[in-house]
């Protein structure tokens, strides 16, 4: 990509390139609080897209409280200056944001008028931030009291001897139980005898054969001094947890014949180390296991499957289609309730000993342990399905949502318990690809597909650097003298093992990588370039025009117009020569502002040629006030089997319209004789498709221009 002189940071151009591009407001207003100027990212943070939309609150600071603005201006003319003075405002929607201004008051030099300048910087999410973190804080601070003052108390009860004693004579099988050993579980010192099962019978059974073993170790002595904690049930229903501890007492030969210890209630330094469990490994919003704990039991069936390599199972991977749209329209706020209504009926589709994890924003997994077979796995899946299809009323509202669900299971192979995780988001991202609503299992070949994408985007992030792009131009024909008028630049991959990639296959993951204005940049420079070098070539002969496509990104980009008045400069083709398509689409998504940037664009004296018009949103009252200069009849309107009489009345209404307001009209996408028969019938004026030339390199292209190439 050919590059220009280095600018300074004094030059206005640069200054309002940068001012563009920075992602904090900045203004200048009026003394009234009235914008003179800004940038795009101050109309961000205060809600509206244009300053005609903030016209109706007549200025800025309608949106501030304004005790607080009457004190900022005390502050401003007490010292000239403020710095990261906080507030909030009011969007025109209703929402809050939290905002630091840090503002200068400035005279102008010839009017004497009071102005001010400055920057703001959106806060609401850092301050939020902070806010969570001093919620866990304070909550993880009561966590290490309670654990200090159980710690505390247990120590005092043994110092005071308030534990529970024992005394297990084990050859009569007859046991001495101390009265507070029955207060600890609720009884009073005559209602419990002294035999081994009044103890053994009450533990948790979860509890019961470990407690056992435990017991068995220590007397066989194959352990130290025993120590087991358990939990025992309370005479008034609930397990309280309990340590005990104990020595065993030998014969001459070594055998255990008795054993004495102690009992401890140790319930509240059990809730204590719970309840830090749950910050810890629980989500906040929804109580689900957050990641950490998700990973940790796929770790631990993992290790199931080190012990029985028939152990089988797996990990569903969802994410809800079109969530954001959800926070878009109805807040952040409602779309916590969908996520935590959500959570609810994930948990009910799963059967005992499953995890339903909340992985982070409306990401979900679920851990499918010890499955018989493949089926139950997607009998689950059928489950949630089937759930998250059924409608959400949530604070008297209707809502519906639909998940993308992948599924892998163990018996595709992994290396690391967490690949089982990809490999299930993997299955979900091919489930989204397909549609919503769908449920799609991991196998080996998916796998092959997610590596080979996985480099197709690598080499993707670096192909522009690595000078892999070409340009091809498409030829566009005069109807009426058959010569060539002009070229669209169409962008190609040169990659260096898969060959010639077309760009229906990497321009829409260039827009979501972010590399639609780079990419654009260059194809813009690399198009101006050679119509200056066939007009070195063919000195006398007129110029062809160009035309180069700006995507929505590029046609929003800050730095847009400068950097088409760079390509036009150092090329120094005529602007005339430059068309730049922009798709109706594009232009229809805010139509204010794309006749504002239009116009900036036109004010350089380039061509705008509105692109694929006819088939998308309806811009026939915009038309006149854009002022395109030509019209392109999208490809769909050649029409296939069937099509013909509709596609044809559609086109002569375009070229009506078109000759009312004196534009030129392109017909592109004509494959066949009877679509060139059909366009020219019409009225076009020019035309462009595979049957006039498919898109040639720029060698091919002066032979083109040698003479007529319809007749």
């Not at 827009?511 to 639609?516: A, D, Y």
């Not at 509709?646 to 679509?675: F, H, M, P, Y």
């Amino acid at each position: 990509m050919s590059g220009g002189p280095l600018r300074s940071l004094e030059d206005p151009a640069t200054l309002r390139s940068l001012v563009a591009s920075v992602r904090e407001g900045i203004y200048l207003t009026d003394f009234h609080g009235g914008i003179l100027d800004c940038n795009q990212a101050f109309l961000d943070i205060l809600g509206v897209r244009s300053l005609e939309e903030l016209e109706p609150h007549h200025s800025y600071i309608q949106m501030v409280d304004p005790t607080l603005r009457t004190l900022e201006m005390e502050l401003l003319k007490r010292d000239g200056s403020v710095r990261e003075f906080e507030f909030q405002i009011r969007r025109p929607g209703g929402e809050s944001r939290t905002v630091l201004d840090s503002c200068t008051m400035v005279v102008d030099a010839e009017t004497k008028e009071v102005l001010f300048h400055g920057i703001l910087v959106d806060i609401t999410e850092r301050k939020a931030t902070e806010a969570r973190l001093r919620d866990t804080e304070e909550q993880m601070r009561r966590t290490a009291e309670a654990l200090r003052i159980a710690e505390d108390w247990h120590t005092l009860a043994m110092r005071g001897a308030n534990d529970g004693l024992w005394e297990w004579d084990i050859v009569a099988d007859e046991m001495f139980i101390s009265p507070r050993w029955k207060e600890i579980l609720g009884y009073s010192a005559d209602e419990i005898t002294g035999h081994p099962d009044e103890w053994f019978s009450r533990v948790h059974p979860d509890d019961a054969k470990p407690l056992h073993r435990a017991l068995q170790e220590h007397m066989a002595g194959d352990a130290p001094p025993f120590q087991f904690e358990h939990r025992v049930l309370h005479r008034s229903g609930p397990y309280v947890w309990v340590l005990c501890r104990g020595l065993a007492l030998r014969d001459a030969t070594g055998r255990a014949v008795r054993m004495a210890g102690s009992l401890t209630d140790i319930t509240e330094r059990k809730l204590a180390e719970q309840q830090f469990q749950h910050v810890a490994f629980r989500d906040a919003l929804t109580a689900l296991a957050n990641r950490g704990l998700f990973e940790y039991v796929l770790g631990r069936a993992a290790g199931k499957l080190r012990r029985d390599r028939a152990h089988l199972f797996g990990v569903l991977f969802l994410d809800l289609d079109h969530f954001a749209q959800v926070n878009e329209s109805r807040g952040h706020g409602f779309g916590d309730l969908l996520l935590t209504a959500v959570a609810q009926r994930l948990e009910r589709c799963v059967r005992p000993g499953d995890t339903v994890a909340r992985l982070g924003d409306d990401e979900f997994a679920i851990l499918l342990d010890g499955l018989r077979d493949t089926t139950d796995a997607t009998r689950v899946a059928e489950r949630v399905e089937r759930e998250l299809t059924r409608p959400f009323e949530l604070e008297g509202q209707v809502v519906s949502t639909t998940a993308s669900v992948g599924l892998a299971l163990n018996v595709t192979g992994f290396d690391r318990p967490e690949q089982l995780l990809q490999d299930a988001e993997v299955a979900m991202q091919r489930a989204k690809s397909l549609g919503t609503g769908r449920c799609e299992m991991f196998d080996r070949h998916l796998h092959e597909r997610a590596v080979a994408q996985l480099q197709f985007e690598t080499d993707l992030q670096h192909a522009l650097e690595r000078e892999e792009f070409r340009v091809h131009y498409q030829p566009i024909v005069s109807l009426e003298t058959g010569q060539v008028v002009g070229f669209e630049a169409l962008a190609r991959w040169q990659h260096p093992t898969r060959g010639l990639v077309p760009p229906a296959e990497f321009i829409g993951l260039a827009e979501k990588m972010g590399l639609t204005v780079p990419l654009g940049r260059w194809v813009l420079h690399e198009a101006c370039s050679t119509v200056r070098r066939l007009g070195d070539e063919r000195p006398g002969q007129p110029l062809p025009g160009v035309s180069v496509n700006l995507s929505s990104k590029q046609l929003h980009y800050p730095a847009m117009a400068e950097q088409i008045r760079l390509a036009l400069e150092e090329s120094g083709i005529p602007p005339r020569c430059l068309r730049l398509e922009i798709a109706e689409d594009t232009v229809m998504e805010s139509a204010a502002m794309a006749m504002a940037i239009l116009a900036e664009l036109r004010a350089l004296g380039v061509q705008l040629h509105l692109d694929g018009f006819g088939v998308g949103h309806s811009s026939l009252g915009y038309l006149p006030r854009f002022q395109f200069h030509a019209l392109k009849v999208d490809r769909g309107l050649m029409g296939g089997a069937g099509a013909g009489r509709a596609s044809a009345a559609t086109v002569k209404v375009i070229v009506a319209l078109a000759r009312n307001l004196g534009l030129e009209v392109v017909a592109q996408g004509v494959e066949t004789a009877e679509q060139l028969a059909m366009v020219r019938d019409l009225g076009c004026h020019q035309v462009q498709g595979y049957y006039v030339s498919k898109p040639v390199s720029a060698e091919q292209v002066p032979a083109l221009l040698a003479g007529p190439i319809l007749s």
